[in-house]
């Protein structure tokens, strides 16, 4: 079919911004005043009808590998040649109306030199329902000395090497979820020698192009980890239908633009995650990354509305619980201002932190309160005392090296569904510090 043009609305110029020949990116600009920068674009799959062809579990993604090239075009506007970290944090979903506006926005450099950067997006101003969400963030640095081409890639397939069948391979994927169109289907030829892969892929022809206005083009990076999905792969944890997308990228650089086949090297360093290198036909160095972690995703978290993480409360029926004398519970009273149930004072299941810890014995709960915000206390205030008072507690306990378990206790710190409002906002801090704990 015929490519659409890059909608362009207007020359970025005459907006006082600095037009780019990325494909995915329309403008860049020097923030006054620093050293920051910013890149934006607009992408949909009307202007990037390829995008489609990269869907996970029925939903587009923007592929990781276009994260971490935007990344490294981005640093590359302002020196800095190589990504050493990016981590991905929320998938990056490509609507199937509509458009999505992108921004990369590069910090300073530290005292090292190296700068920040981040990878946003939301969706177009008219339909736009959420803000800005951060999908990546990572640290831009220098470029090494100069690099020569692998020893493995002189001799290909590296000698020893089996063969892996790759017939069919992506209509296995599909099955799994990983539905690859005709532009990510580059997976030509695979083989194993011992714990590495190696693998030959091409660029599709509809894209080859543009492959000069990427470093890499994303859907040669992409096809380039295909192998690691094949079922030759050992993996830690062997299910079948397990989703795995690039969650952590480090060490990335890119020696030379514009190539459309590749011959990659995937050698393993940890549980699922990978170094890469890529040499061209002639076995020049095309790109190499020094760690490449792959991660699990849910199925049910890839849609415009939610990222890999959430908290989903739902609601679970209990009986009330009625203290018994004799039951391995205990209640911690900090400093007698917290609300302890009368009952449970009553059955004696009520301790002081400092004198009657060792009360309770083999309790295998004690259980402390955490005491309300007083409605007069400033944010400040209440929350200085709600981390003391934990501070206090916590240490108490690890102090007294009691054998059991201890709980925590909150009462309107977090929302538990669509009618259940934070009213103790100080609260909602001491469930920062209890899970860093």
């Given at each position: 079919w015929p490519r659409p043009p890059h909608h362009h609305t207007t020359n970025p110029t005459g907006l006082g911004l600095d037009p780019t020949t990325h494909p995915l990116l329309g403008a860049w600009i020097e923030v006054a005043g620093g050293d920051e920068s910013v890149s934006t674009g607009r992408i949909s799959l009307r202007t990037h009808p390829w995008l489609a062809d990269h869907a996970v579990a029925g939903t587009v993604l923007l592929p990781g590998a276009a994260l971490v090239e935007l990344a490294l075009h981005a640093g590359t506007r302002v020196g800095h040649h190589q990504v050493d970290?990016?981590?991905?944090?929320?998938?990056?979903?490509?609507?199937?109306?509509?458009?999505?506006?992108?921004?990369?926005?590069?910090?300073?450099?530290?005292?090292?030199?190296d700068r920040q950067v981040e990878i946003h997006s939301r969706p177009d101003p008219d339909n736009a329902e959420t803000g800005w969400t951060r999908h990546a963030v990572g640290v831009l640095g220098h470029r090494p000395g100069a690099v020569t081409g692998p020893e493995w890639g002189s001799e290909w397939p590296p000698a020893g090497a089996e063969a892996i069948t790759v017939a069919g391979a992506y209509e296995n994927l599909a099955d799994r979820g990983y539905r690859y169109g005709p532009a990510f289907r580059g997976l030509r030829a695979a083989w194993r020698l011992g714990d590495q892969m190696f693998a030959e892929v091409d660029l599709d022809v509809a894209e080859r192009a543009d492959a000069t206005r990427f470093a890499v083009h994303p859907a040669l990076l992409d096809a380039a980890l295909h192998s690691l999905l094949l079922p030759e792969v050992p993996?830690?944890?062997?299910?079948?239908?397990?989703?795995?997308?690039?969650?952590?990228?480090?060490?990335?650089?890119?020696?030379?633009?514009?190539?459309?086949?590749?011959?990659v090297r995937l050698r393993p360093t940890a549980s699922d995650t990978f170094a890469v290198?890529?040499?061209?036909?002639?076995?020049?160095?095309?790109?190499?990354?020094?760690?490449?972690?792959?991660?699990?995703?849910?199925?049910?978290?890839?849609?415009?509305?939610?990222?890999?993480?959430?908290?989903?409360?739902?609601?679970?029926?209990?009986?009330?619980?009625?203290?018994?004398?004799?039951?391995?519970?205990?209640?911690?009273?900090?400093?007698?201002?917290?609300?302890?149930?009368?009952?449970?004072?009553?059955?004696?299941?009520?301790?002081?932190?400092?004198?009657?810890?060792?009360?309770?014995?083999?309790?295998?709960?004690?259980?402390?309160?955490?005491?309300?915000?007083?409605?007069?206390?400033?944010?400040?205030?209440?929350?200085?005392?709600?981390?003391?008072?934990?501070?206090?507690?916590?240490?108490t306990w690890l102090a007294s090296d009691h054998p059991g378990r201890l709980v925590v206790l909150t009462r309107g710190a977090v929302g538990v569904g669509c009618d259940g409002g934070v009213v103790d906002v100080a609260g909602s801090a001491v469930w920062g510090f209890v899970r860093s704990v």
């Open positions: 970290d990016l981590t991905l944090e929320v998938p990056f979903v490509v609507p199937d109306e509509g458009g999505v506006v992108m921004q990369v926005v590069v910090g300073a450099p530290n005292d090292q030199g993996r830690a944890d062997p299910a079948p239908d397990r989703l795995l997308l690039p969650f952590a990228w480090s060490g990335f650089r890119a020696y030379s633009v514009g190539v459309s086949t590749l011959r290198a890529a040499v061209d036909a002639s076995g020049n160095p095309v790109f190499d990354i020094d760690a490449l972690s792959l991660r699990p995703v849910a199925t049910g978290h890839l849609d415009t509305g939610s990222g890999l993480l959430a908290v989903d409360w739902r609601p679970v029926q209990v009986p009330p619980f009625v203290p018994d004398p004799a039951a391995t519970w205990a209640v911690l009273a900090n400093d007698g201002s917290t609300e302890v149930d009368e009952g449970l004072r009553a059955a004696g299941l009520v301790v002081d932190l400092h004198t009657d810890l060792e009360t309770t014995g083999e309790a295998a709960v004690v259980v402390y309160q955490v005491p309300p915000t007083e409605p007069t206390a400033g944010f400040d205030h209440a929350t200085r005392t709600r981390l003391a008072g934990i501070l206090e507690v916590v240490q």
